[in-house]
């Protein structure tokens, strides 16, 4: 079946820089790769997606590439805020709204 | 729009008893919702694929019969922890899939937190 792994488990950087989270899956058929960022103690919440025809879409200060011959996916946040610490997950699914199989997640933290 | 709940937040119970977790569509109907089960410190992992009016898809290595999915109608599906134990205690998160314009996009609910004495 599809596996997702993710890397770095952890991400500490300073206020101001770029941070830069990767995933690669297995499963060619997959379509989807969206970017979700959990707080503590709530769900996850979508933040950015990218649909397989696309190599990067950007929104603000978060942006995503997909190399689909590599089957790799990352996530860019530049100018990085305090709030933007959180427990990231990037996740795979053969089409969108369907099924999701989550990387291991990223614990990112911004020091002021 | 597009907000999903859950009910209750967190839950306290005692070994053997049963428990279950509301997880809601508030402004949309959702044919598809997903169940997920997320340890401390771990991914979320998907427990079992609800559609409305039809039985649930469990994933490998999930109980049928120890976690029990009704999704009886567009807006509801419900998570019944049967004979629960402290290795049942865990975040349970829903997600709801809304069709829109020919699209899917699916979204997630708060969570229930899980403790068994």
């Known amino acids: 079946g599809e596996n997702v792994e993710q890397h770095p488990s952890t991400l500490s950087v300073q206020e101001g820089d770029s941070a830069v989270i990767k995933c690669t899956y297995s499963?060619?058929?997959?379509?989807?790769f969206p970017w979700y960022k959990q707080e503590l103690g709530k769900g996850p919440q979508l933040i950015i997606d990218?649909?397989?025809?696309?190599g990067e879409k950007k929104d603000q200060r978060i942006a995503v590439t997909l190399n689909k011959t590599a089957k790799h996916f990352s996530l860019h946040i530049t100018e990085t805020q305090p709030e933007d610490s959180a427990v990231y997950f990037c996740?795979?699914?053969?089409?969108?709204?369907?099924?999701?199989?989550f990387g291991q997640g990223t614990e990112l933290s911004v020091k002021p | 729009g597009a907000v999903v709940s859950q009910h209750p937040s967190w839950v306290i119970c005692k070994s053997g008893t049963s428990v279950k977790i509301e997880c809601r569509s508030l402004d949309f109907q959702a044919t598809t919702m997903f169940w997920y089960r997320q340890f401390p410190k771990q991914s979320l992992m998907l427990m079992a694929t609800s559609n409305e009016g039809s039985k649930a898809t469990y994933e490998q290595g999930v109980e049928k019969d120890k976690f029990l999915i009704n999704h009886a109608s567009l807006t509801l599906s419900t998570l019944t922890v049967t004979s629960a134990h402290p290795e049942d205690s865990s975040f349970y998160i829903c997600?709801?899939?809304?069709?829109?314009?020919?699209?899917?996009?699916?979204?997630f609910g708060p969570g229930t937190r899980l403790t068994v004495l």
């Open positions: 499963d060619s058929a997959s379509n989807y």
């Open positions: 996740a795979a699914s053969v089409l969108r709204g369907g099924k999701l199989i």
């Open positions: 990218i649909r397989s025809n696309v």
């Open positions: 997600s709801a899939r809304r069709l829109a314009g020919g699209d899917n996009e699916q979204f």
